[in-house]
């Protein structure tokens, strides 16, 4: 590897991200030259985001549409040189360059990219599963499916990299939390540590278990993507729509939790929490943008909802669903939930209530579908209730799966209760905050809430003793860390003033001219 080619992903455009079918860039083979001619026919086909594009890389992988013998085949991928390598300047027919400051991770130099019919050879498409031959003949792969496997594979990282986001930012904030006093909770006894008071544990503790559940959850991710992609070179495609459902249901859920995450840490850590050195700035802007790339959250609910209603529409005709979706049909009945801090009987609440949504949303679909006279009109008609369900299946997935390395996992007993601790921590704390919708289902009574409530306030009794190792399991580096608030040896206040006392602002003292300027505000008259 001579590393004298920089390439870059070269998909989302100016006016169309997620939806990929949309995309306007354009693939239109010659047969005469056997060469693909790349171009941006519109504004809005211009390439936009791609990292490593505004400066650093010299070639692109384009995605575009492919038209061959007057017929367009939908988008396929094409290696286009972008710079030349001699002097790094953009090549003929491309029109390059940088997008500009962004909320967070402006090392990375994210870009725009034009095309004016610019040519490149046939062997430049990636051609492992559709191809074109040298007359321009079209020949489509066993199942379109196939491309989908790059796309799973990213969304199950961004699991892994949200979990270890959320680490860090719940690190900063206990960390904190534990050397931090504040007030005093009995009148004249000393100010305790603000880790103490049950309003800063309901912040903090439920996160940390969150942490612990979308890691577990990163885990299973994995293991199901070799699974499925092993399989899938075999010609077996079976389980790429439930692995599909599953990474895009997973990556909106947790990109969306941890984010929020990030901030209520940040304001957990009151005034000092806003400062920049404190950690969260980087932590919050990184993580937040997950949110959007890589499918927008929102749209990738709406993607694993549709797999839901087919999947709910299969088990009523009693047909085999797959494993994810096996408990669709538990929600017949009027059976509640009766608390009795079994975990497993936890499993069976989320099972038994996401089937009875993803059921409630199918007839509200039908009876739209009925109303509208149109599948597409129905379906944005039922949006709010379509992401619901999908929500509750991708929690459902991250608690059962939770609880399932709790049953394997070997560790010590009392390693076991403090997991188990905060395992139930967190499928209780959800159910409190999702209250009105388990209500709705018919699987939790109020009676069960008031005595959810009294375990919630156990649990943080229980964990409290813990909580601090449990951050420092998460084994981050100060260097990686980057916070004066979460340092590893407790000196917060003594790094944040160091910090501040180096501050090159007030090492060199005003300049002339910001004197000048305090002088003339000192002497004018309002």
């Known amino acids: 590897m001579d590393l004298k080619i920089i390439g870059c992903y070269a998909q989302t455009e100016l006016g169309h991200g997620t939806f990929i079918r949309g995309l306007e860039t354009t693939a239109t083979y010659d047969p005469d030259t056997e060469e693909f001619v790349l171009h941006s026919p519109t504004l809005t086909s211009t390439k936009w985001w791609p990292g490593s594009l505004g400066r650093t890389c010299t070639h692109a992988m384009v995605v575009a ?69 040298s007359d321009g003949t079209y020949i489509r792969p066993k199942s379109d499916k196939l491309g989908y496997g790059t796309m799973v594979f990213v969304r199950v990282i961004i699991l892994q990299q949200a979990a270890m986001s959320l680490a860090a930012a719940t690190t900063i904030a206990v960390r904190y939390s534990a050397i931090r006093h504040q007030s005093e909770m009995v009148e004249g006894e000393p100010e305790p540590q603000i880790l103490d008071y049950e309003a800063q544990q309901c912040k903090l503790f439920p996160l940390v278990s969150a942490t612990l559940g979308i890691f577990f959850a990163g885990l299973k991710m994995w293991d199901i993507y070799i699974d499925v992609y092993t399989r899938m070179q075999e010609g077996e495609l079976g389980g790429m729509p439930e692995l599909h459902a599953l990474s895009s249901g997973l990556k909106a859920l947790v990109t969306e939790l941890a984010s929020n ?64 979706v096996s408990y669709l049909g538990l929600s017949e009945g009027e059976n509640t939930y009766v608390y009795g801090h079994s975990l497993s009987d936890l499993v069976f609440l989320y099972q038994q209530a996401t089937s009875s949504i993803v059921a409630t949303t199918a007839k509200r679909l039908k009876l739209a579908t009925m109303k509208r006279g149109c599948a597409a009109l129905a379906w944005n008609d039922t949006a709010f209730h379509l992401i619901k369900c999908a929500k ?110 180096r501050a090159p602002t007030n090492i060199r003292g005003m300049k002339r001219e910001d004197l000048e300027v305090v002088k003339e505000i000192r002497q004018s008259k309002l």
């Open 65 to 133: 549409k492919l038209i061959t013998s007057g017929k367009c085949y939908g988008v396929h991928s094409f290696i286009v040189p972008v710079r030349d390598l001699n002097n790094h300047k953009p090549l003929p027919g491309i029109t390059v360059g940088e997008i500009g400051p962004k909320l967070a991770g402006n090392c990375l130099d994210n870009g725009y990219l034009r095309f004016d019919h610019v040519r490149i050879p046939r062997n430049n498409m990636m051609m492992k599963h559709a191809k074109v031959s």
């Open 261 to 324: 995450g990030v901030e209520v840490c940040r304001l957990a850590c009151g005034g000092h929490g806003y400062m920049k050195s404190s950690g969260f700035a980087r932590i919050y802007g990184l993580l937040t943008a997950a949110c959007t790339y890589e499918g927008e959250n929102t749209v990738l609910l709406l993607q694993t909802a549709r797999y839901l209603m087919k999947a709910y529409q299969e088990a009523k005709c009693g047909r085999p669903v797959q494993s994810s």
């Open 392 to 501: 509750f299946y991708s929690q459902c997935f991250l608690v059962c799966n939770y609880y399932n390395i709790l049953k394997t996992a070997e560790v010590s007993d009392a390693l076991r209760l403090v997991l188990s601790d905060a395992y139930e921590l967190y499928a209780l704390y959800w159910i409190r905050e999702n209250s009105g919708d388990f209500l709705r289902s018919k699987k939790v009574t109020p009676d069960n809430l008031d005595d959810i409530d009294t375990r919630i306030e156990d649990l943080l009794v229980s964990l409290r003793p813990n909580i601090v190792t449990i951050v420092d399991a998460f084994d981050i580096r100060d260097e990686c860390l980057n916070s004066v608030l979460g340092c590893s040896d407790g000196r917060a206040y003594e790094r944040l003033c160091d910090r501040v006392f």
